[in-house]
């Protein structure tokens, strides 16, 4: 099959891309990284020691970044229905994070510890019809938003992807029902004409 001028577009922003070519000389799996490290510049979420669960984690820049950060005495669990590439001190569970089997091991990878932050840097594969990909976005949020109440420690922390348009006020609104404070972040590795923003929910209720 031949490729569309919209995917020879995008391949060829995408090697042209600054922080594509910067995170293969730093030996991250993702440009998403510089998004989760300007965050955490800004917002110091990622300490020593840390308990942190890592929703949609494939290819595993998230992951990196966090393991790094946590350090030896953390724990970083990484959760995907793809397959995850091994990573240094990234422990990785196969399977959609609703089921009971997957929730199971996520909880013998604990060992007793609670979660202290969720990140999720989900997207839904994209059809290009706007309507559906924007419902299927929040949808994926919603999931994360719901993982992390159920099983955050009171006061822990949540950093998710989310796309503006239908369904993102009220989002947000519920978020806001969740957590102390709610703020929105927009980093630099973020592309101008994308829609996504990143929510951090901080002080679990």
Same mark, same amino acid.
């Given at each position: 099959?031949?490729?569309? &001028? @919209? ?7 995408? $090697?042209? %891309? *600054? ?5 293969? &000389?730093? #030996? +991250? ?13 800004? %917002?110091?979420?990622?300490? *020593? ?8 984690? @494939?290819?595993? =820049? ?6 790094? &950060?946590? =350090?030896? /005495? =953390? ?7 793809? !397959?995850?590439? !091994? ?20 909880? %013998? /990878?604990?060992?007793? /510890?609670? $979660? ?15 309507? @559906? ?5 929040? +949808? ?12 955050? &420690? *009171?006061? #822990?922390?949540?950093?998710? /992807?989310?796309?503006?348009?239908? =369904? ?8 806001? @029902? ?19 923003? +990143? ?7």
């Amino acid at each position: 099959m031949k490729p569309s &001028k @919209t995917s020879k577009q995008w391949m060829r922003e995408h $090697i042209n %891309d *600054p922080y594509v070519q910067q995170a293969q &000389k730093d #030996g +991250y799996r993702s440009r998403a990284a510089y998004k989760l490290l300007e965050i955490d510049e800004r %917002d110091h979420l990622l300490k *020593p020691g840390m308990v942190v669960v890592d929703l949609g984690a @494939t290819p595993g =820049g998230w992951s990196q970044i966090a393991a790094n &950060k946590v =350090g030896d /005495k =953390g724990k970083v669990i990484a959760l995907d229905l793809l !397959p995850l590439a !091994p990573l240094p001190r990234v422990e990785f569970i196969l399977g959609d994070f609703r089921e009971d089997s997957v929730l199971a091991q996520l909880e %013998d /990878k604990l060992g007793g /510890k609670q $979660i202290e932050l969720v990140i999720s840097d989900m997207a839904p594969n994209i059809s290009g019809i706007d309507m @559906t990909d924007q419902a299927r976005s929040i +949808y994926l949020a919603e999931l994360a938003l719901e993982f992390a109440v159920k099983h955050l &420690k *009171p006061g #822990g922390m949540f950093l998710v /992807k989310v796309f503006q348009g239908a =369904g993102f006020e009220e989002y947000v609104k519920l978020m806001r @029902t969740h957590f102390a404070k709610v703020a929105s972040r927009k980093p630099k590795a973020s592309r101008d004409r994308s829609s996504e923003v +990143y929510m951090l929910g901080t002080g679990r209720l």
